[in-house]
């Protein structure tokens, strides 16, 4: 894609914000289509963690080295509890933030309403209610989890708490996954996090919230309802028709945690970039993405085999060190973990399996293969 032609990203969440302001600052005429009515239509103000341990470099520097400005609220957390499946508590500390607590949704001082801002001020034009059909011109796809492998579910509340952050590992408050409960000046959000197990998810929150009443303390004033899902995959090209796909589009979150922002938002970088200087998108999402993509499906396969013990035992290391220095080694490619790939992939191939097209030739937004029928969902 060589012309200097304009630019429509579909998709307004973080990964087409980020690609749509990085291509706007190099001059190129960007718009964005967004078939819902506002920014964050997914969330409603709960608390997300952006992870901050699976590359050397600061999360919020890179985004800055990007031309992305932090124009939205967050509070490095270097701190937390972690309950094994005993329900033992376990100090983690990292020297830096292991994560930034961010808010989701529409509301001022959320990631998604400060990366819209961001974008209209570098003139993109952003279109809401604005459904695409069918691909044409030069295009970035972003429109989004297309199934879920993750759910999400938990209550925002407010609280006289104090601020903190507790995560517990245990299948019956979370299968596969784990329970949070993040405190930060007077708003809470606690919820369930599972890989498997989706039909019990009410009774799996109901689990989680007791056992944060029992451990953390927690206490809930004005508890509102809140639900998400999540995509993972590993993607063989990113492309669809010749078309870069970035974000929760293309698969990329975390195996293990299911983390996709930092993941998002650097996709949505790297397809600008490409398109800037006219190079290959997939070359560039391989070798920036693809080493710690892999990683965290072996990671994941490790989770799963470990069993309560050995969970356990992970705890307890995470505990004995600088946690986040411990994780970037968890996530650092390395002989063990490509000969363990091929059997990890294979393991878990059924959640892994990528439906989406990437024929060439294929012109559709939303697709499975067999059927490329043109699909009104962007």
Known sequence: MTTKTDITIVGAGPSGLVCATVLARAGRKVIVREWHRDVGHRFHGDFQGLENWTDPQ?????????????SFDHRGVKTGIVFDS?????????ARPLFYLLR??????????????????????????DRVAQTSGEM????????ADIIAVGKIFDTDMADGAWLALDPALAPKGYAYLLVHQGR?????????????????????????ERHAGLRMQNPQPFGGFGNTRLPRTALQGGY???????????????????????????????IIEEA???????KTLQPTLRTGVVNRFLFNMAGRRGID?????????????????????????????????RRFRAPLTDPSCTHEDCNCIWCEHGDHNQSPKA
């Open 188 to 212: 809470g959000t606690v919820a369930s996090c599972m890989f498997t197990g989706f039909r019990d998810q009410a009774l799996h929150l109901s689990e989680a919230v007791a056992f944060f």
């Open 244 to 274: 870069p796909v970035i974000g929760e589009h293309a698969g990329f979150q975390d195996a293990l945690a299911g983390f996709g922002l930092r993941y998002a938002m650097r996709s949505g970088r790297l397809a600008a970039e490409s």
């Open 280 to 286: 290959s998108y997939r070359q560039a999402w391989r």
């Open 140 to 147: 970035v796809l972003a429109g989004g989890p297309r199934r």
């Open 86 to 94: 005993q329900a033992k508590p376990h100090r983690v500390y990292g």
């Open 58 to 70: 600061d999360v919020l520097k890179e985004l800055v080295s990007a031309g992305i400005n932090i």
């Open 313 to 345: 035992f992970m705890v307890g290391h995470l505990a004995r060190t600088d946690t986040g220095e411990a994780l970037r080694r968890a996530y650092r490619p390395s002989v063990l973990k490509r000969l363990l790939f091929p059997l990890a992939r």
């Open 104 to 129: 989701r949704g529409r509301a001022d001082g959320s990631l998604d309403r400060g990366l819209l801002e961001q974008a209209r001020a570098a003139g993109v034009e952003v279109r809401f209610n």
